[in-house]
Protein backbone atom coordinates (compact mmCIF):
# COMPACT_ATOMS: atom_id res chain seq x y z
CA UNK A 1 0.00 0.00 0.00
CA UNK A 2 1.33 3.38 -1.00
CA UNK A 3 1.91 6.27 1.60
CA UNK A 4 1.20 9.18 0.59
CA UNK A 5 3.72 11.63 -0.79
CA UNK A 6 2.95 14.35 2.06
CA UNK A 7 3.85 12.13 4.81
CA UNK A 8 7.96 11.56 4.04
CA UNK A 9 9.86 14.63 4.88
CA UNK A 10 10.78 17.22 2.21
CA UNK A 11 14.51 18.06 3.86
CA UNK A 12 16.67 15.92 5.59
CA UNK A 13 18.10 17.76 8.86
CA UNK A 14 21.29 18.84 9.12
CA UNK A 15 23.87 17.92 11.81
CA UNK A 16 26.33 20.79 12.41
CA UNK A 17 29.48 18.98 13.91
CA UNK A 18 32.26 20.62 15.73
CA UNK A 19 35.22 21.33 13.80
CA UNK A 20 38.40 20.30 15.63
CA UNK A 21 40.76 22.93 17.06
CA UNK A 22 44.05 23.57 15.19
CA UNK A 23 45.69 23.10 18.71
CA UNK A 24 44.39 19.76 18.09
CA UNK A 25 45.62 18.84 15.19
CA UNK A 26 48.96 19.88 15.99
CA UNK A 27 49.50 17.78 19.28
CA UNK A 28 47.67 14.63 16.72
CA UNK A 29 50.71 15.79 14.02
CA UNK A 30 53.44 15.91 16.46
CA UNK A 31 52.83 12.79 18.56
CA UNK A 32 52.69 11.08 14.86
CA UNK A 33 55.90 12.26 14.41
CA UNK A 34 57.84 11.81 17.77
CA UNK A 35 56.42 8.00 17.46
CA UNK A 36 58.13 7.97 14.13
CA UNK A 37 61.07 9.44 15.46
CA UNK A 38 61.65 7.28 18.16
CA UNK A 39 60.55 4.05 16.07
CA UNK A 40 63.66 4.43 13.71
CA UNK A 41 66.38 5.61 16.14
CA UNK A 42 67.13 1.69 17.37
CA UNK A 43 67.63 -1.10 15.66
CA UNK A 44 68.78 -4.80 17.24
CA UNK A 45 71.21 -7.21 15.65
CA UNK A 46 70.71 -10.51 16.54
CA UNK A 47 73.45 -13.11 17.80
CA UNK A 48 74.84 -14.52 14.98
CA UNK A 49 74.83 -11.23 12.72
CA UNK A 50 76.67 -8.28 12.72
CA UNK A 51 75.58 -4.81 11.41
CA UNK A 52 76.53 -2.55 8.64
CA UNK A 53 75.63 1.46 9.14
CA UNK A 54 75.11 3.70 6.54
CA UNK A 55 74.85 7.37 7.24
CA UNK A 56 73.28 8.51 3.74
CA UNK A 57 74.68 6.04 2.15
CA UNK A 58 78.26 6.33 3.16
CA UNK A 59 79.68 3.02 5.47
CA UNK A 60 80.11 4.54 8.75
CA UNK A 61 80.33 1.55 10.81
CA UNK A 62 80.47 -2.04 11.87
CA UNK A 63 78.67 -3.16 15.48
CA UNK A 64 78.08 -5.88 17.32
CA UNK A 65 75.20 -7.85 18.21
CA UNK A 66 72.39 -6.32 20.53
CA UNK A 67 70.52 -3.32 20.49
CA UNK A 68 71.75 0.25 19.16
CA UNK A 69 70.32 4.11 18.57
CA UNK A 70 70.81 5.76 15.15
CA UNK A 71 70.06 8.45 13.52
CA UNK A 72 66.23 8.48 12.75
CA UNK A 73 64.27 8.89 9.63
CA UNK A 74 66.38 6.83 7.24
CA UNK A 75 69.36 9.13 7.84
CA UNK A 76 71.45 6.23 9.15
CA UNK A 77 70.60 2.40 7.75
CA UNK A 78 71.25 -0.51 8.63
CA UNK A 79 72.33 -4.03 6.81
CA UNK A 80 72.16 -6.72 9.06
CA UNK A 81 74.73 -9.89 7.99
CA UNK A 82 74.72 -13.38 9.60
CA UNK A 83 78.51 -13.15 9.88
CA UNK A 84 78.75 -15.48 12.76
CA UNK A 85 76.78 -18.23 10.94
CA UNK A 86 77.86 -20.65 8.61
CA UNK A 87 76.50 -20.36 5.05
CA UNK A 88 76.14 -22.73 2.58
CA UNK A 89 75.73 -23.15 -1.61
CA UNK A 90 74.75 -26.21 -2.89
CA UNK A 91 75.37 -27.11 -6.62
CA UNK A 92 74.03 -29.71 -9.10
CA UNK A 93 71.24 -30.40 -6.16
CA UNK A 94 69.41 -28.29 -3.63
CA UNK A 95 67.36 -28.97 -0.20
CA UNK A 96 64.42 -27.51 0.76
CA UNK A 97 63.82 -25.19 2.52
CA UNK A 98 66.57 -23.37 2.57
CA UNK A 99 67.18 -19.33 3.95
CA UNK A 100 70.17 -18.28 1.74
CA UNK A 101 69.01 -16.77 -0.76
CA UNK A 102 72.37 -17.98 -2.86
CA UNK A 103 72.59 -21.22 -1.38
CA UNK A 104 70.37 -22.97 -4.42
CA UNK A 105 71.26 -22.42 -8.13
CA UNK A 106 69.06 -21.26 -10.84
CA UNK A 107 70.42 -24.12 -13.40
CA UNK A 108 71.44 -27.71 -11.71
CA UNK A 109 71.67 -30.09 -14.53
CA UNK A 110 74.17 -27.34 -16.17
CA UNK A 111 76.20 -26.97 -12.78
CA UNK A 112 76.74 -30.83 -12.08
CA UNK A 113 77.51 -31.37 -15.61
CA UNK A 114 81.59 -31.58 -16.08
CA UNK A 115 84.10 -33.43 -18.20
CA UNK A 116 86.96 -34.85 -16.88
CA UNK A 117 90.38 -35.11 -17.77
CA UNK A 118 90.03 -37.56 -19.85
CA UNK A 119 87.65 -36.36 -22.23
CA UNK A 120 84.81 -38.54 -19.97
CA UNK A 121 81.55 -36.79 -18.81
CA UNK A 122 80.99 -36.77 -15.09
CA UNK A 123 78.05 -35.60 -13.06
CA UNK A 124 79.44 -33.71 -9.77
CA UNK A 125 77.21 -32.34 -6.76
CA UNK A 126 79.07 -30.43 -4.17
CA UNK A 127 78.39 -28.17 -1.01
CA UNK A 128 80.81 -25.03 -0.58
CA UNK A 129 79.96 -24.43 3.35
CA UNK A 130 81.79 -20.47 4.34
CA UNK A 131 81.57 -17.55 6.40
CA UNK A 132 81.12 -13.77 5.78
CA UNK A 133 84.69 -12.83 7.44
CA UNK A 134 84.28 -8.62 6.22
CA UNK A 135 80.67 -7.35 5.90
CA UNK A 136 82.36 -4.39 4.18
CA UNK A 137 83.95 -5.69 1.81
CA UNK A 138 80.91 -8.13 1.24
CA UNK A 139 78.56 -5.09 0.74
CA UNK A 140 80.53 -3.01 -1.12
CA UNK A 141 83.45 -4.37 -3.35
CA UNK A 142 81.78 -6.39 -5.07
CA UNK A 143 78.44 -6.29 -7.13
CA UNK A 144 76.60 -9.01 -6.05
CA UNK A 145 78.85 -11.22 -4.11
CA UNK A 146 76.78 -14.40 -3.29
CA UNK A 147 76.52 -15.12 -7.33
CA UNK A 148 80.41 -13.90 -7.96
CA UNK A 149 80.83 -16.65 -5.22
CA UNK A 150 78.71 -19.29 -6.54
CA UNK A 151 80.58 -18.30 -10.22
CA UNK A 152 84.06 -18.55 -8.58
CA UNK A 153 83.02 -21.76 -7.02
CA UNK A 154 81.79 -23.69 -10.24
CA UNK A 155 85.03 -22.54 -12.12
CA UNK A 156 86.86 -24.01 -9.55
CA UNK A 157 85.38 -26.83 -9.40
CA UNK A 158 85.24 -27.57 -13.52
CA UNK A 159 89.29 -26.62 -13.28
CA UNK A 160 90.04 -28.88 -10.45
CA UNK A 161 87.76 -31.74 -12.14
CA UNK A 162 89.65 -31.34 -15.54
CA UNK A 163 92.81 -31.25 -14.26
CA UNK A 164 91.71 -35.38 -13.74
CA UNK A 165 90.70 -38.58 -14.81
CA UNK A 166 87.21 -39.61 -14.47
CA UNK A 167 88.15 -42.54 -12.52
CA UNK A 168 89.97 -40.55 -9.72
CA UNK A 169 86.72 -38.09 -10.04
CA UNK A 170 84.37 -40.94 -9.01
CA UNK A 171 86.72 -42.92 -7.04
CA UNK A 172 90.23 -42.68 -5.49
CA UNK A 173 90.57 -38.84 -6.04
CA UNK A 174 87.09 -37.38 -3.93
CA UNK A 175 89.53 -36.18 -0.87
CA UNK A 176 92.27 -34.10 -2.92
CA UNK A 177 89.44 -32.56 -5.73
CA UNK A 178 87.82 -31.39 -2.05
CA UNK A 179 91.35 -29.87 -0.92
CA UNK A 180 92.41 -28.50 -4.36
CA UNK A 181 88.90 -26.90 -5.03
CA UNK A 182 88.74 -25.17 -1.44
CA UNK A 183 92.48 -23.90 -2.17
CA UNK A 184 91.25 -22.70 -5.40
CA UNK A 185 88.36 -21.03 -4.29
CA UNK A 186 90.20 -19.38 -1.41
CA UNK A 187 92.58 -17.83 -3.48
CA UNK A 188 89.91 -16.29 -6.03
CA UNK A 189 88.09 -15.10 -2.69
CA UNK A 190 90.76 -13.41 -1.52
CA UNK A 191 92.09 -11.79 -5.01
CA UNK A 192 88.33 -10.16 -5.83
CA UNK A 193 87.61 -9.06 -1.94
CA UNK A 194 84.76 -10.92 -1.26
CA UNK A 195 84.97 -10.29 2.04
CA UNK A 196 84.51 -14.20 2.81
CA UNK A 197 86.11 -17.51 3.93
CA UNK A 198 85.97 -20.53 2.77
CA UNK A 199 85.71 -23.20 5.57
CA UNK A 200 84.97 -26.69 3.68
CA UNK A 201 84.25 -28.25 0.28
CA UNK A 202 82.24 -31.61 0.29
CA UNK A 203 81.42 -33.66 -2.59
CA UNK A 204 78.18 -35.51 -2.66
CA UNK A 205 77.25 -37.85 -5.21
CA UNK A 206 80.03 -38.10 -8.17
CA UNK A 207 78.01 -40.25 -10.93
CA UNK A 208 78.94 -40.92 -14.53
CA UNK A 209 76.39 -40.24 -17.07
CA UNK A 210 72.97 -42.31 -16.89
CA UNK A 211 74.01 -44.28 -20.04
CA UNK A 212 77.32 -45.81 -18.96
CA UNK A 213 75.79 -45.83 -15.08
CA UNK A 214 75.79 -49.27 -15.28
CA UNK A 215 79.42 -50.12 -16.38
CA UNK A 216 80.60 -48.08 -13.74
CA UNK A 217 78.96 -49.46 -11.33
CA UNK A 218 80.40 -53.13 -12.44
CA UNK A 219 83.63 -51.50 -12.14
CA UNK A 220 83.50 -50.09 -9.09
CA UNK A 221 81.94 -53.32 -7.86
CA UNK A 222 85.65 -55.30 -8.92
CA UNK A 223 87.72 -52.81 -7.53
CA UNK A 224 86.16 -52.95 -4.21
CA UNK A 225 86.13 -56.75 -4.64
CA UNK A 226 89.72 -56.53 -5.45
CA UNK A 227 90.60 -54.41 -2.21
CA UNK A 228 88.83 -56.68 -0.44
CA UNK A 229 90.72 -59.22 -1.67
CA UNK A 230 93.44 -57.50 -1.02
CA UNK A 231 92.61 -56.71 2.73
CA UNK A 232 92.43 -60.53 3.28
CA UNK A 233 95.40 -61.33 2.08
CA UNK A 234 97.05 -58.98 4.31
CA UNK A 235 95.54 -60.13 7.14
CA UNK A 236 96.67 -63.86 6.55
CA UNK A 237 100.03 -61.78 6.10
CA UNK A 238 99.74 -60.03 9.24
CA UNK A 239 98.55 -63.33 11.11
CA UNK A 240 101.51 -65.58 9.62
CA UNK A 241 104.36 -63.77 9.61
CA UNK A 242 104.73 -62.76 12.50
CA UNK A 243 103.88 -66.45 14.05
CA UNK A 244 106.42 -67.36 12.03
CA UNK A 245 108.96 -65.25 13.07
CA UNK A 246 108.48 -65.46 16.44
CA UNK A 247 109.18 -69.43 15.85
CA UNK A 248 112.36 -68.58 14.28
CA UNK A 249 113.44 -66.41 17.72
CA UNK A 250 112.41 -68.94 19.62
CA UNK A 251 114.01 -71.97 17.69
CA UNK A 252 117.29 -69.24 17.73
CA UNK A 253 117.03 -68.06 21.29
CA UNK A 254 117.08 -72.24 22.16
CA UNK A 255 119.93 -73.04 20.06
CA UNK A 256 121.95 -70.02 21.62
CA UNK A 257 120.85 -71.58 25.19
CA UNK A 258 122.21 -75.05 24.13
CA UNK A 259 125.18 -73.58 22.83
CA UNK A 260 126.34 -71.85 25.35
CA UNK A 261 125.16 -74.83 27.72
CA UNK A 262 127.57 -77.08 25.88
CA UNK A 263 130.17 -74.15 25.91
CA UNK A 264 130.31 -73.77 29.18
CA UNK A 265 130.14 -77.75 29.94
CA UNK A 266 133.37 -78.13 27.89
CA UNK A 267 134.87 -75.43 29.67
CA UNK A 268 134.55 -76.86 32.64
CA UNK A 269 135.36 -80.06 31.93
CA UNK A 270 138.27 -78.60 30.42
CA UNK A 271 139.34 -76.69 33.70
CA UNK A 272 138.59 -80.10 35.54
CA UNK A 273 140.74 -81.76 33.88
CA UNK A 274 143.69 -79.48 33.60
CA UNK A 275 143.21 -79.50 37.48
CA UNK A 276 143.56 -83.18 37.52
CA UNK A 277 146.13 -83.26 35.40
CA UNK A 278 148.25 -81.14 38.00
CA UNK A 279 147.49 -83.31 40.69
CA UNK A 280 148.32 -86.19 38.68
CA UNK A 281 151.45 -84.46 37.35
CA UNK A 282 152.92 -84.31 40.88
CA UNK A 283 151.35 -87.97 42.41
CA UNK A 284 150.42 -90.35 39.53
CA UNK A 285 149.81 -93.18 42.01
CA UNK A 286 147.66 -91.60 44.59
CA UNK A 287 145.51 -89.94 41.68
CA UNK A 288 145.41 -92.89 39.52
CA UNK A 289 144.16 -94.62 42.66
CA UNK A 290 141.61 -91.36 43.98
CA UNK A 291 140.16 -91.78 40.59
CA UNK A 292 139.22 -95.57 40.14
CA UNK A 293 138.04 -95.33 43.71
CA UNK A 294 135.47 -92.85 42.85
CA UNK A 295 134.77 -93.96 39.42
CA UNK A 296 133.68 -97.51 41.43
CA UNK A 297 132.08 -95.41 44.07
CA UNK A 298 129.73 -94.49 41.17
CA UNK A 299 129.58 -97.37 39.18
CA UNK A 300 129.12 -100.13 41.85
CA UNK A 301 126.01 -98.75 43.20
CA UNK A 302 124.69 -98.46 39.74
CA UNK A 303 125.19 -102.34 39.24
CA UNK A 304 122.69 -104.18 42.20
CA UNK A 305 123.12 -106.38 44.52
CA UNK A 306 126.13 -109.05 44.44
CA UNK A 307 128.10 -111.71 46.10
CA UNK A 308 131.64 -111.93 45.35
CA UNK A 309 133.34 -115.84 46.13
CA UNK A 310 136.04 -117.30 45.89
CA UNK A 311 136.12 -120.43 42.49
CA UNK A 312 137.43 -122.82 44.49
CA UNK A 313 134.71 -123.07 47.11
CA UNK A 314 132.57 -125.40 47.07
CA UNK A 315 128.67 -126.41 47.84
CA UNK A 316 128.10 -122.60 48.62
CA UNK A 317 124.94 -122.56 47.23
CA UNK A 318 122.69 -124.46 49.71
CA UNK A 319 123.96 -122.42 52.35
CA UNK A 320 123.50 -118.90 50.78
CA UNK A 321 119.95 -117.18 51.46
CA UNK A 322 119.86 -115.74 48.13
CA UNK A 323 116.71 -114.19 46.85
CA UNK A 324 116.83 -114.50 43.30
CA UNK A 325 117.75 -111.13 42.55
CA UNK A 326 121.56 -111.84 43.47
CA UNK A 327 124.35 -112.71 40.81
CA UNK A 328 127.14 -115.02 42.12
CA UNK A 329 130.48 -114.70 40.40
Known amino acids: MALPVSKFPQQLPEFNLP ?9 VVLGVFLLILVWTSYYTVGAESEGVVLRFGKYLKTVEPGLHFKMPLSVDSVTVLPTRRLLKLEFGFYTPGYTNPNQAGRQQDEEKSMVSGDLNAALVEWVVQYRIDDPKKYLFDVRNPGQTLRDISEASMREVVGDRTVDEVITIGRQEIEIAALLRMQGYAERYGLGVRIDQVQ ?20 QQDRENTINIANGEY ?27 EAEGDVASF ?56
Open 19 to 27: LPSPALIRS
Open 203 to 222: LKNVNPPSQVQQSFNEVNKA
Open 238 to 264: NKAVPKAKGEAEQTVQNAEGYRFKRVN
Open 274 to 329: TAMLGQYTKSPEITRTRLYLETMSEVIPLMGPKIIVDESLRQLLPILPLSGKGEIK
